[in-house]
């Protein structure tokens, strides 16, 4: 089984068939990233909910901060200037 990063959800489902059909051992890392890329969660309940959240959460305060550092970097140059 090959994985490539380049890999799209349709050559991910397709790998993910052909390795099911031929009942071939796959690994734990090689399946996760598969599902990861078919957007497949196998943790139980709204966990998957909860780590988009999460990860969104985690984005937006990556944002703020960035924004935060471009304002104050602003700030510095009008400063300069006058």
Do not use: C, F, H
């Not at 943790?43 to 305060?61: C, D, F, M, V, W």
């Amino acid at each position: 089984m090959t994985w490539s990063k380049g890999t799209t959800y349709t050559a991910a489902q397709e790998e993910l068939s052909r390795a099911l059909a031929s009942q071939q051992t796959i690994s734990v890392k090689k399946l996760t990233r598969l599902l990861n890329k078919m957007n497949i969660s196998i943790q139980p309940g709204n966990s998957s909910e909860n780590t988009e959240i999460a990860y969104l959460k985690s984005e937006i305060r990556k944002r703020d901060k960035k924004l935060s550092a471009m304002g104050e970097r602003l700030k510095k140059l009008k400063g300069a200037k006058q």
